[in-house]
T-cell receptor, first 116, second 110 residues
Framework: EAGVAQSPRYKIIEKRQSVAFWCNPI?????LYWYQQILGQGPKLLIQ????????DSQLPKDRFSAERLKGVDSTLKIQPAKLEDSAVYLC??????????????FGPGTRLTVT | DAKTTQPNSMESNEEEPVHLPCNHS???????IHWYRQLPSQGPEYVIH???SNVNNRMASLAIAEDRKSSTLILHRATLRDAAVYYC???????????FGTGTRLQVFP
């Protein structure tokens, strides 16, 4: 079974530039998550999709971050414009069903973003 | 959101058992106890979860206190590949959220 795919793996941009990350979840997984992981901290949930609808985006800085999940499969996360504090690893995860605390989340390898 | 408390770091020798503790005194009735681990330069991976009873799987065992205010992840024989950050997480059945803390960094020595 193929895992969660993310690209690019690394990205370096200057502040005020734009950047986009792509995620392809495990086939058949209805729920998709984007997390931000700052160095030395645990991942923080940014947004959760159920199929192509947003379930939770309470932690997403909506003035600069946006995310979409067209057709309920792939997803993109965009930052525009980037700030120095956005330097982090951006992790995508998916799970079979959103509700129910027994379902595990499968994480991709992440995209390491450096903003200079 | 319910919180967990874990030691910042622990050490073990290879092939020895490892007991990773977690305190969660504010756990509610709808919270499941989940453990994930994160190997260097990788995304987190699921290890095990439980509600009230002790659980075993191919990776580890989870021992849950009777009052559910603490739990222990048990790696029966640590290997070098088990060196990772281990996260103890309370996952609310209703919200489905995983709220990560800073975890325990486990070092395994040969």
């Amino acid at each position: 079974e193929a895992g969660v795919a993310q690209s690019p793996r690394y990205k370096i941009i200057e502040k005020r530039q734009s950047v986009a990350f792509w995620c392809n979840p495990i086939s058949g997984h209805a729920t998709l998550y984007w997390y931000q992981q700052i160095l030395g901290q645990g991942p923080k949930l940014l947004i959760q999709f159920q199929n192509n609808g947003v379930v939770d985006d309470s932690q997403l800085p909506k003035d600069r971050f946006s995310a979409e999940r067209l057709k309920g499969v792939d997803s993109t996360l965009k930052i525009q414009p980037a700030k120095l504090e956005d330097s982090a690893v951006y992790l995508c995860a998916s799970s079979f069903i959103g509700q129910g605390a027994g379902y595990e989340q499968y994480f991709g390898p992440g995209t390491r973003l450096t903003v200079t | 959101d319910a919180k967990t408390t874990q030691p910042n770091s622990m050490e073990s020798n290879e092939e020895e058992p490892v007991h990773l503790p977690c305190n969660h005194s504010t756990i509610s009735g709808t919270d499941y106890i989940h453990w994930y681990r994160q190997l260097p330069s990788q995304g987190p991976e699921y290890v095990i979860h439980g509600l009230t009873s002790n659980v075993n799987n191919r990776m580890a065992s989870l021992a849950i206190a009777e009052d559910r205010k603490s739990s222990t992840l048990i790696l029966h024989r640590a290997t070098l590949r088990d060196a990772a950050v281990y996260y103890c997480i309370l996952r609310d059945y209703n919200t489905d959220k995983l709220i990560f803390g800073t975890g325990t960094r486990l070092q395994v020595f040969p």
